[in-house]
């Protein structure tokens, strides 16, 4: 009833924003932007390398454009994230937060793995399938691609799927400054600027975010320094440069048990506050990327990639300091080949992968070293894919890739032991073949089979003791999908399509502590889903849209096939941390040529806690509104927008820390308590050459 309540709510909201008059929609931000007005067949995609229209794509992709992104207070790629289907973001701070794909990766402690994910050519994936995806600026990425399901016949490992952030590049000489205020003390600048001299292209930016946070021990600041640089060396041959640091500090109020997250949400737990616990970072990543077309628009590209980081967190239970370095190299050759009504495009290359962990644990006390540890990670993906279009009616897409993945662990405290050892997995073939069929100039269906894997974490290939886990192994899976996309009368887009994904050999994190857990392969499970979009120009005047309304829908079942664990039989139970239900609504209006307003909805039905399936968080609906006005002074563009974040002031667990441990008669913390109601007001002014 609940639910029912508050989407009603929703909708009698919208129907009384009615907008009023038509207007030409202006461009605005100053950088390259795709029109979201346009038809859904002319948006292209380059997951698989070669250019798509999304409607002829023969694979579940969703498109992410730069406008969806600058909604909301902007301080994450969350909320714009969790407005796809079948993806969730946990969001417990700004600094922990959890990413799962139709709900793989779902029993990942505190983080995100099982997915692949690149800014750029660089890849934001650790070695060991660990993904940071918060400290990305939203202001910097033009357009987001998620692959959802396995897609390793050419990103190699990450089972969930694969999200590609594209950098902003620069279409004119522009300057940028977004300033935002909004609840909790938070304060965020972000200036961008771009030069576009026709062979040199130059996109920077820089930005400063400061928030105390809704909870105790709360804090964070984080700046991130972006240049996007691309000389075009001749008409066929460019060079791309783009560098990314990051700084962060932010202190941990953690998760807290159902007691405190019911009557005190604003509190952290006690014994995180008790040590004001914090983990601060900073990391530099840099990518160098040279590009050459060939005939027929095929190309050969070389991409190296470095990145440094070294990161500090202070614990109840230990301090750890932690320093990572890695080199990648990926290189990749394409073909095309035409004829009248057929075109096969082959692609082919390798991606090589090294690097270098090191860390260590202290007592906090007195300084006293607990452990001192080293792990090189290293992996080659060799991946040869083909494609073909004919007659411009079926679209036929298979690949597949070859990985080895190997660790050398070496344990440089040796006070218990020397616990050093190396583990290589078997060579993990992945493949993928998918079609796509135009039944009429409007409607296609499509279907798709992919095989992915996904390695095992640090903290999983190790037992108890510490030593080399010989047994532990990646787990594998098989994704088989079959879906339908049309358009009628140019303004409603629809797509839906059902999945069942397989996973065997599935990665368990078995708690043994606070903090501690060991990885085992402990059965299979299943991922059974229907997912549903919808967007339409409900009112358009004069070939401008005056109401445009977008809605998305994922029903599943995720759920342990065969899962046995210390005598536990868990088949049949949910997986911990996902929804049978997720929905989002949108409505977006321009009642004035100046002037639009949003809505949007975000619905998430009750999740399981644990694998016992013992305990439940709370369905939740979540309502957002923001009004936004842009115009020109002179030679200034200004905007100013405002909004209210969860309107309807709902308590909600917007992360869940699953299968949190239970110690000495304290209760299991598994809740991260979400946002109250809360405000944010941003102004935007730019300069942009020969605007008039």
């Not at 959890?98 to 793989?104: P, Q």
Request: no cysteine; hydrophobic share 35%; net charge negative.
């Amino acid at each position: 009833m609940k639910f029912a309540y508050q989407l009603l709510t929703f909708l009698l909201m919208l129907a009384s924003l009615a907008p009023v008059r038509s207007f030409a929609q202006i461009p605005f931000p100053l950088q390259d932007t795709t029109v979201v007005n346009d038809p859904l067949e002319e948006i292209t995609v380059t997951a698989f390398r070669s250019p798509y229209n999304v409607f002829n794509t023969p694979a579940p992709i969703n498109l992410v454009l730069s406008e969806k992104l600058e909604s909301g207070d902007a301080l994450t790629p969350v909320d714009a994230l969790n407005q796809i289907p079948g993806v969730l973001m946990h969001h417990g701070t700004l600094n922990t937060n959890r990413l799962t794909i139709r709900g793989i990766g779902s029993r990942t402690p505190y983080g995100t793995n099982k997915i692949k994910a690149y800014f750029g050519e660089i890849p934001l994936t650790a070695g060991d399938g660990e993904t940071t995806l918060e400290d990305l600026e939203n202001t910097a990425i033009k357009r987001i691609e998620v692959i959802k399901g396995p897609a390793s016949s050419l990103y190699g490992a990450g089972l969930a799927g694969v999200i590609l952030f594209h950098p902003k590049t620069v279409v004119k000489n522009f300057v940028q400054n977004r300033s935002t205020v909004a609840s909790f003390g938070t304060f965020k600048n972000t200036l961008s600027a771009g030069v576009n001299s026709g062979k040199y292209k130059v996109f920077a930016l820089g930005s400063y975010l400061n928030s105390d946070g809704y909870r105790d021990n709360n804090n964070t600041k984080r700046g991130n320094l972006l240049l996007n640089n691309t000389y075009s060396i001749s008409e066929k041959t460019n060079l791309q440069v783009l560098l990314n640091t990051t700084s962060m500090k932010a202190f941990i109020p953690s998760s807290l048990d159902k007691e405190t997250f019911d009557n005190d949400p604003s509190s952290a737990a006690a014994n995180w506050q008790g040590v004001n616990g914090y983990e601060q970072y900073s990391k530099a990543q840099m990518g160098v990327s040279l590009n050459r077309f060939t005939t027929n628009d095929g190309k050969i590209s070389v991409s190296v990639v470095g990145s440094l980081k070294k990161l500090e967190e202070k614990r109840p239970f230990n301090f750890l300091e932690e320093s990572s370095d890695y080199l990648a190299w990926r290189a990749e050759a394409q073909k095309i080949l035409e004829s009248d009504n057929s075109r096969f495009v082959f692609t082919t290359g390798f991606e090589m992968f090294r690097e270098n962990y090191d860390w260590s644990t202290s007592d906090n006390d007195n300084g006293s070293l607990i452990s001192d540890n080293n792990e090189k990670r290293q992996y080659e993906n060799l991946f040869v894919q083909m494609e073909a279009n004919f007659k411009e009616k079926v679209f036929f897409s298979t690949g597949v890739n070859g990985n080895l993945t190997r660790f050398d662990y070496k344990d440089h405290y040796t006070d218990n032991g020397d616990q050093s050892g190396e583990r290589s997995y078997k060579p993990v073939i992945s493949p993928r073949i998918g079609m796509n069929v135009l039944l009429s100039r409007n409607t296609s269906v499509f279907w798709n089979v992919s095989h992915g894997f996904s390695t095992p974490s640090f903290q999983e290939t190790l037992l108890p003791e510490g030593e080399v886990n010989p047994d532990i192994k990646p787990e594998t899976g098989w994704n088989f999908e079959a879906g339908i996309r049309s358009i009628i009368a140019k303004r409603l887009q629809l797509s839906a399509s059902y999945y069942r994904i397989y996973i065997k050999d599935l990665l368990v994190a078995r708690r043994t502590g606070e903090d501690a857990y060991i990885g085992v392969n402990a059965g299979r499970s299943l991922h059974p889903g229907f997912e549903a979009e919808l967007d339409w120009r409900a009112i358009t005047l004069n070939g401008n849209t005056l109401l445009s309304l977008a809605a998305n829908a994922t029903l599943a079942n995720y759920h342990f096939q065969d899962f046995v664990d210390l005598g536990k039989d868990y088949s049949g139970n949910l997986l911990p941390g996902t929804a049978k239900e997720m929905m989002s609504v949108s409505a977006h209006f321009y009642p004035s040529k100046n002037f639009d307003i949003k809505a949007w909805y975000h619905f998430n039905g009750e999740m399981p806690v644990n694998d016992t399936n013992s305990e439940f968080s709370d369905a939740f609906g979540i309502t957002n509104l923001e009004m936004q006005f842009k115009g020109s002074i002179g030679e200034f563009e200004i905007g100013l927008k405002g909004g209210v974040q969860n309107i309807f002031d709902i308590h909600y667990a917007s992360m869940l820390a699953v299968n949190a441990p239970s110690f000495n008669g304290v209760p299991p913390r598994y809740y991260y308590p979400g946002n109250p109601r809360n405000y944010y007001v941003t102004i935007i002014i730019g300069l942009l050459e020969n605007q008039h």
